[in-house]
């Protein structure tokens, strides 16, 4: 027995790092598994489960145990439960929202959602940060930054000079080699994309790009072709189901 183990141990200790890295996917797809079916999971959250493909899109973007990341935007929780259990116990996540969405936003909804998650310690390594989009803080301190649907927010309705700002506020807290990971709902020319909560990939490319970001790649994992981008994100025709452009861009180190 003795044998057995010291070979077994050689072996995972000399495995070829592709090998390594497809054993650390493997482990954070069994945790996000888990923490998707944990009992007391909010019941909001696994319609979203399908057409947001966490692990997927996790796993794209680089995410592994033991990473600092910051969920920006964070409302009411759904992607800050999956990140923890992304990164593991070692890992840790900031669950960023502003003051006033948690306390003005849907009559409270989002501040009760987030006490309820974080209640008894039962995501110990998420940290509530309460700031503003353009003062995120946290200094060179993030492995990861996520952006999930809500950069149109930024463009559509406080212009470029406010999206840059916001976007450089995300450069100066990553790590140098740090990832920013952005996911929106595909819009196209000629459309109300304010109104219809959308915006073009294009544009989001040219913004990263001037704050100074490398995009490495790009996903078409939660594209649909059934989405006509002539409907508001929240039409019950296209509802989470939405087609939606993955992009993984990194801080220069």
Same mark, same amino acid.
């Given at each position: 027995m003795k044998l *057995?183990?010291? *070979? !077994?141990?050689? +072996? +995972? !200790?000399?495995?070829?790092?592709a090998a390594e890295s497809t054993l650390d996917a493997q482990a954070m797809q069994q945790r996000i598994l888990e923490q998707m079916q944990a009992a007391d999971r909010h019941k909001h959250d696994f319609p979203k489960d399908a057409h947001r493909k966490p692990f997927e899109t996790f796993d794209f973007l680089g995410l592994r145990a033991g990473m600092t990341v910051m969920d920006i935007g964070a409302y009411a929780g759904y992607s800050t439960e999956l990140l923890a259990a992304a990164v593991g116990p070692e890992g840790r996540v900031y669950s960023q929202n502003r003051e006033q $969405? !948690?306390?003005? =936003?849907?009559?409270?909804? =989002? %501040?009760?959602?987030?006490?309820?998650?974080?209640?008894?310690?039962?995501?110990p390594? +998420? +940290?509530?940060? *309460?700031? %503003? =989009?353009?003062?995120?803080? #946290?200094?060179?301190? #993030?492995?990861?930054?996520?952006?999930?649907?809500? $950069?149109?927010?930024f463009h559509n309705r406080d212009g470029v000079p406010k999206t840059l700002e916001f976007l450089g506020s995300i450069y100066q807290a990553l790590k140098p080699g740090g990832i920013l990971g952005v996911v929106d709902h595909v819009g196209i020319a000629g459309q109300d994309n304010f109104e219809l909560h959308r915006i073009e990939p294009e544009l989001i490319r040219n913004l990263l790009q001037r704050s100074g970001f490398i995009i490495e790649a790009e996903s078409d994992? !939660?594209?649909?072709? %059934?989405?006509?981008?002539q409907v508001q994100v929240y039409s019950d025709t296209i509802y989470r189901r939405t087609d939606r452009f993955v992009i993984r861009a990194r801080k220069p180190k």
């Open positions: *057995i183990f010291l *070979i !077994l141990t050689f +072996v +995972v !200790l000399h495995l070829p790092a $969405v !948690l306390t003005n =936003y849907a009559d409270g909804y =989002y %501040e009760r959602t987030m006490n309820d998650r974080l209640a008894n310690s039962r995501l390594n +998420v +940290v509530m940060h *309460i700031r %503003e =989009y353009e003062n995120l803080e #946290l200094d060179a301190q #993030l492995d990861l930054a996520f952006l999930g649907n809500i $950069v149109h927010d994992l !939660l594209a649909n072709s %059934e989405d006509s981008h």
